[in-house]
DNA sequence: CACTAGATGCTCT
DNA sequence: GAGCATCTAGTGA
């Protein structure tokens, strides 16, 4: 469960990023200006800007040192569903949080939240939620290299799972 | 309702 | 100068 003010989304799907290891990962490269908080310690919010548009939130969760990641591909508006929904405009509750840069802009991150702190009791803040009864586990999306690598999990059969385009249905792996 | 195509700007080479 | 961990609008069934 991440909280950003008032405003609280329920996880639904995540991707993990390895770091170096990961060809798919921006810190394959090495380490830059981008994705240093990457390389930092764990609980911070590496938050980064995609397509020209579109700002993309994770969680580091590996040592200090260890560049890995969690993207948060999606999830459910639980509070704050007023402010969730100025921020996104005319959009169904169910697309509030529905994709990566859905979810960044419902919960209003953005550059200044690069970087911050999900553990120190902030605004911004990272809370511990029982996980769901069902998890699927699949390939990553959108990615172009190490595509087999099934790193995606999402809460099997929930509605806010963003299952993007084509397959929408679960693919059982 | 389902699918296709186009837009968009920051970041690294 | 090209690449992107995407979204929205618009068209067709």
Redesign the pocket.
């Known amino acids: 469960m991440l909280w950003h003010g008032e405003v609280a989304v329920r996880l639904t799907e995540v991707?993990a990023?390895g770091g170096a290891r990961d060809p798919?990962?921006?810190?394959f490269?090495?380490p830059?200006?981008?994705?240093a908080v990457?390389f930092g310690p764990p609980g911070h919010l590496?938050c980064?800007?995609?397509?020209?548009?579109?700002w993309?939130a994770?969680v580091v969760c590996g040592p200090d040192g260890t560049a890995s990641?969690v993207?948060l591909r999606a999830g459910e508006v639980v509070a704050g569903l007023d402010l969730a929904r100025s921020r996104?405009?005319r959009?169904s509750d169910r697309?509030l949080a529905?994709?990566?840069?859905?979810?960044a802009q419902a919960l209003g991150l953005g550059?200044d939240q690069r970087g911050a702190d999900l553990l120190a009791g902030g605004p911004l803040r990272l809370e511990v939620a029982p996980p769901p009864a069902h998890v699927s586990v699949g390939p990553?999306?959108?990615?172009?290299v190490a595509a087999e690598v099934a790193w995606r999990f999402w809460e099997t059969g929930s509605p806010y799972v963003?299952g993007?385009?084509?397959s929408?249905r679960a693919p059982a792996i």
């Open positions: 991707e990023y798919a990962s921006h810190a490269r090495g830059t200006a981008r994705n990457m590496y980064y800007f995609s397509y020209g548009m579109h993309a994770n990641g993207l996104r405009g959009s697309d529905r994709g990566p840069g859905r979810l550059a990553r999306v959108g990615v172009s963003s993007y385009k084509r929408p």
